[in-house]
């Protein structure tokens, strides 16, 4: 028996029915067995559709009606998207959103849906940095029209808020300044003052020179990583 020879392999789009078998398979009156008996819907047809959902190499055996018997295989690649990645990030920082796509034909299409806070709406990679909690959707097609889509999840996490107080008190030698440390959601501090020194604690002592300008900045950092920053000076 003479089979027609497959193809090595074809690209299915996902849950699209595809015809595989050559033209024809094999000769009039043949029969026909294909395996694997998976995402096909009759394994007894000369030119079957299947539906995979993976890469799968199908087999089939033709016999003739002599009683010969042949066989041949085809590989079947599927386009389809890796599931996205969710991410967390501070509020004004940023993500980049990686696509993944399963072999298909290049080049590829992508649509990012919202558009809000990406850098580019159709590239593979955008960076994101969305003002809010934002579920995007990304539809991918490509060169054979085949669409696929998948979500990633882009969560804004809570962000701490700097925030002090600061009065001078001048003395004989020195002056003396009362810091009170009103910022919220946050764990640690960092103080930054304009003579050099600098501080962790909490609610720092600092005592200026006469005569001496100041400037005192505050970052304040949450358990997440967050941080926020304000900054007082005369």
Known sequence: VQTCALPIYTIACLNVPL????????????????LPNKWIDNISLSNPNVT?????????SVTDSNGCVNS?????????LVNGTDTSICKGDSSLL???????????AYQWIPSNGLNDANAGIPSASPDL??????????ANGCVDSTTYL????????????MSINPS???VGTDIINLSTDATSYQWIFND??????????????????YSVTLIATNQSGCSDSITISD
């Open 72 to 80: 041949d295989s085809i590989l079947v690649n599927v386009f389809y």
């Open 154 to 165: 882009v969560q804004l996490l809570t962000m701490p808020a700097a925030l002090f107080e």
């Open 133 to 142: 909690t934002t579920l995007y959707t990304l539809v991918a097609t490509d």
């Open 172 to 174: 004989c030698e020195e």
């Open 52 to 60: 995979p959902k993976v890469k799968t190499t199908y087999y089939v």
């Open 98 to 108: 990686v696509s993944y796509t399963v072999p298909g034909r290049a080049p590829y």
């Open 19 to 34: 015809p595989i078998g050559g033209a024809p398979t094999g000769p009039d009156s043949s029969s026909y067995s294909w």
């Open 196 to 213: 050099g020194a600098t501080s962790t604690e909490k609610q720092p002592d600092h005592a200026l020179e006469y005569g001496q300008s």
